[in-house]
């Protein structure tokens, strides 16, 4: 008996020390198998199955055709006169009515939509915004670079309205020329605007921007503070800046539209601190700007002052070239974005693809990102571009307040094409303020003249990518990352993951 006792005790005592040892070898020798971490694909799913029902326009059987309101081509007091008075008329008939825009050319100056109001261009129609300035002094609250203050209001807005709708095969023609003087003032009074704002100084106290002193150029179109918008079927062209803002909506569906524009920082589209936004089978383009840009308040603006996140947003089956960024998620962003599906895109001729260039501190927790079925073609620079602790010189000597960026559970899936830069470009993700965690890449097939390059991720998982790369060398330089897993990544025929990856300081747990 006292012979058995003592083999258990010795059997025990060799136990303990194998699993010392064994946690003392892990510990300095981690494995090259991660036990740690792995594809979410339970996230993933709930992301690719993301439903954002279009709205349907409810109206009743009523047509307003404005030239029975005494509108007049090339005489634009007398059409905004009609234009007004028939959205008024519509408006007050039960679930509202159609505005008529017939074929030709029709010159008008800004005008607001209505409850259950719902505007219709025929095809052949075009409508344009008079170049007389003189007409558009009156402002409206309104945001500019993430910061709301009383301001040059869009062209054509819906405000504080429900059911309301921009239809048709038509044209809306914004008049940039007539704007472009007041280019070069914009910054400085952005950064006015920019330090009030951090003061905290209510909206109503802040500097008006108006014609002709202080001027902050306008969206064609602008919605804010609306539910249940329908844009479809129309093209917009020749913004003055931005050519459409979307603002604090809710159930807003952009079906077959077209934009262009060519103003100096100007986006075709901006998704603005807004929730359930469908947009599909559409075209952007933007030459100076962002393609599609998303925001959610800069710094005070979107923290404490007017929380507004973007979330539930699904953006497919479209078209974004001849842009600068193709999609970008702006600094504009304190007030946090949630599950924001992009897929089925193609993007032509941009500089970058994917972009986020991002200052420290701004805040914002941006949470459930799928971005699917993208495809370069003719991308100068990178094709996912993110630096995350980006110089800015305004933001950073003006900020109050530093407050951490969230970047959490992001899917990069089936992405394919050709770059001129890098494949990717992901830097600085374990500087302070900024924390990360779940970052997917799958299906991958990048073509690039630059390596890419991975600073400082968490927790990230890459499978079936394949980098080929015209610079010699190694695909990717990997730094101050922390468990990543690299499943079939390859960089050449025959070439495994190791002779692609070229591990540089401060790695933790990467496992092939």
């Known amino acids: 008996m006292k012979k058995t006792r003592f083999i258990l005790g010795i059997v025990s005592l060799v136990s303990l020390l194998s699993l010392i040892g064994a946690l003392f070898f892990f510990e300095f020798f981690p494995s090259n198998q991660s036990h740690f971490f792995s594809f979410d694909e339970k996230t993933l799913a709930d992301l690719q199955e993301l439903t954002i029902q279009p709205?349907?326009?409810?109206?009743?059987?009523?047509?307003?055709?404005?030239?029975?309101?005494?509108?007049?081509?090339?005489?634009?007091?007398?059409?905004?006169?009609?234009?007004?008075?028939?959205?008024?008329?519509?408006?007050?008939?039960?679930?509202?009515?159609?505005?008529?825009?017939?074929?030709?050319?029709?010159?008008?100056?800004?005008?607001?939509?209505?409850?259950?109001?719902?505007?219709?261009?025929?095809?052949?129609?075009?409508?344009?915004?008079?170049?007389?300035?003189?007409s558009y002094k009156e402002t409206d609250l309104w945001r500019f670079e993430g910061i709301r203050a009383f301001m040059t209001k869009p062209l054509l807005q819906a405000r504080e309205c429900q059911n309301v709708s921009i239809t048709g095969k038509g044209i809306i023609r914004g008049n940039r020329a007539s704007w472009d003087a007041f280019v070069e003032k914009e910054k400085e009074l952005f950064s006015l605007l920019y330090r009030e704002s951090e003061r905290r100084e209510k909206v109503e106290k802040r500097t008006v921007f108006s014609f002709p002193d202080k001027v902050f150029r306008p969206e064609i179109i602008g919605v804010f503070l609306c539910q249940k918008v329908l844009i479809e079927g129309?093209?917009?062209?020749?913004?003055?800046?931005?050519?459409?803002?979307?603002?604090?909506?809710?159930?807003?569906?952009?079906?077959?539209?077209?934009?262009?524009?060519?103003?100096?920082d100007g986006d075709a589209l901006v998704l603005d601190s807004s929730s359930l936004v469908r947009v599909e089978k559409s075209y952007f383009s933007s030459k100076n700007g962002d393609g599609i840009s998303l925001q959610s308040g800069l710094n005070a603006?979107?923290?404490?002052?007017?929380?507004?996140?973007?979330?539930?947003?699904?953006?497919?089956?479209?078209?974004?070239?001849?842009?600068?960024?193709?999609?970008?998620?702006?600094?504009?962003?304190?007030?946090?974005?949630?599950?924001?599906?992009?897929?089925?895109?193609?993007?032509?001729?941009a500089t970058h693809g994917i972009y986020a260039r991002i200052p420290r501190g701004v805040g914002g927790e941006l949470r459930h990102f799928l971005f699917e079925d993208i495809s370069f073609k003719a991308v100068s620079g990178d094709g996912i571009?993110?630096?995350?602790?980006?110089?800015?010189?305004?933001?950073?000597?003006?900020?109050?307040?530093?407050?951490?960026?969230?970047?959490?559970d992001f899917f990069f899936s089936r992405i394919t094409g050709e770059v001129e830069g890098r494949a990717f470009f992901l830097k600085n993700f374990s500087q302070e303020n900024i924390v990360n965690g779940g970052m997917y890449f799958r299906d991958i097939t990048l073509n690039s003249k630059e390596k890419s390059l991975l600073d400082g991720l968490s927790e990230t998982a890459w499978e079936n990518i394949s980098l080929l790369v015209?610079?010699?060398?190694?695909?990717?330089?990997?730094?101050?990352?922390?468990?990543?897993?690299?499943?079939?990544?390859?960089?050449?025929?025959?070439?495994?993951?190791?002779?692609?990856?070229?591990?540089?300081?401060?790695?933790?747990?990467?496992?092939?």
């Not at 006169?81 to 039960?94: P, T, V």
């Not at 679930?95 to 719902?118: E, R």
């Not at 922390?482 to 025959?494: D, K, R, T, V």
């Open 470 to 512: 015209e610079e010699k060398g190694k695909s990717i330089d990997v730094e101050n990352s922390n468990i990543a897993l690299f499943s079939s990544f390859s960089c050449g025929e025959g070439k495994k993951a190791e002779e692609c990856i070229n591990l540089l300081e401060g790695n933790e747990e990467i496992s092939f």
């Open 385 to 408: 571009s993110f630096d995350v602790v980006s110089p800015d010189e305004l933001i950073d000597l003006g900020q109050k307040q530093i407050d951490d960026t969230l970047f959490l």
């Open 234 to 264: 129309i093209t917009l062209e020749n913004a003055p800046r931005s050519a459409m803002r979307i603002l604090m909506s809710d159930n807003v569906t952009l079906s077959d539209i077209n934009i262009t524009t060519e103003a100096l």
């Open 55 to 134: 709205f349907a326009v409810e109206m009743e059987d009523k047509e307003c055709f404005i030239e029975s309101y005494g509108a007049i081509k090339n005489n634009p007091l007398a059409t905004t006169l009609a234009i007004e008075k028939a959205i008024k008329d519509c408006s007050s008939f039960g679930k509202g009515g159609q505005i008529n825009i017939s074929a030709g050319v029709w010159t008008t100056y800004p005008f607001t939509l209505l409850d259950n109001t719902h505007l219709y261009l025929e095809e052949g129609a075009t409508l344009v915004f008079d170049t007389n300035l003189s």
């Open 301 to 349: 603006e979107g923290r404490g002052m007017d929380e507004h996140p973007l979330k539930m947003v699904l953006v497919q089956d479209s078209t974004i070239e001849n842009s600068k960024n193709a999609l970008s998620l702006d600094r504009a962003m304190s007030a946090g974005m949630n599950r924001i599906v992009v897929k089925n895109i193609q993007i032509n001729n």
